[in-house]
T-cell receptor
Framework: DAKTTQPNSMESNEEEPVHLPCNHSTISGTDYIHWYRQLPSQGPEYVIH???SNVNNRMASLAIAEDRKSSTLILHRATLRDAAVYYCILKAGGADGLTFGKGTHLIIQP | GAGVSQTPSNKVTEKGKYVELRCDPI?????LYWYRQSLGQGPEFLIY????????DSGLPNDRFFAVRPEGSVSTLKIQRTERGDSAVYLC???????????????FGAGSRLTVL
């Protein structure tokens, strides 16, 4: 799987939007962009994924650059429960697993 | 159950002992994965099962680690002659195989925390 680059940590205030960036300049044409998050003392949790177009679901939005070399996970209104490590992962075809980096540690201030 | 279940949630053992960690995946999920996570790091891939067979065991660190999935459902990760460096959280995940391209989504359990004294 191609490599992604994320900031080590980010801080935001409660009830404000959060934009988590991810760079993936070596992405291939068939790689999907996945985001997972891991709350303290829990396993990773799926957030969202996309290929080329922007995606929205109940948890977040995913904005994908036109050249696909970067993407942004958007939490529209952060709550304290969104404090977690967020992982941006490129996923090639097939049923094989995910390769995790260190992710971004998101801190939410009340 | 509705999610991936892992037991035990915590295991403390002594160096040199044998340990088994169990994973009960979501019903109907044919793909099962084991990961290991050390403090401050992202999960590290160990092994992946498609049905009963290990499709990729390239992440197993050495021959002290072994995993089985005899009936294509529950899986057991076995660690022989445990060492202090084996201390970590062991995560299990499952997914529906056969999804096209890279759209396969994994569901993780809460993990089993292993401490080797």
């Amino acid at each position: 799987d191609a490599k992604t680059t994320q900031p080590n940590s980010m801080e935001s205030n409660e009830e404000e939007p959060v934009h988590l960036p991810c760079n993936h300049s070596t992405i291939s044409g068939t790689d999907y962009i996945h985001w997972y998050r891991q709350l303290p003392s829990q396993g990773p949790e799926y957030v969202i994924h996309g290929l080329t177009s922007n995606v929205n679901n109940r948890m977040a939005s995913l904005a994908i650059a036109e050249d696909r070399k970067s993407s942004t996970l958007i939490l529209h209104r952060a709550t304290l429960r969104d404090a977690a490590v967020y992982y941006c992962i490129l996923k090639a075809g097939g049923a094989d697993g995910l390769t995790f980096g260190k992710g971004t540690h998101l801190i939410i201030q009340p | 159950g509705a999610g991936v279940s892992q037991t035990p949630s915590n295991k403390v053992t002594e160096k040199g002992k044998y340990v088994e960690l169990r994973c009960d995946p979501i019903s109907g999920h044919t793909a099962l994965y084991w990961y290991r996570q050390s403090l401050g790091q992202g999960p590290e891939f160990l092994i992946y099962f498609q049905g009963t067979g290990a499709a990729d065991d390239s992440g197993l660190p050495n021959d002290r680690f072994f995993a089985v999935r005899p009936e294509g459902s529950v899986s057991t990760l076995k660690i022989q002659r445990t060492e202090r460096g084996d201390s970590a959280v062991y995560l299990c995940a499952s997914s529906l195989a056969g999804l096209s391209s890279g759209a396969n989504v994994l569901t993780f359990g809460a993990g089993s925390r292993l401490t080797v004294l």
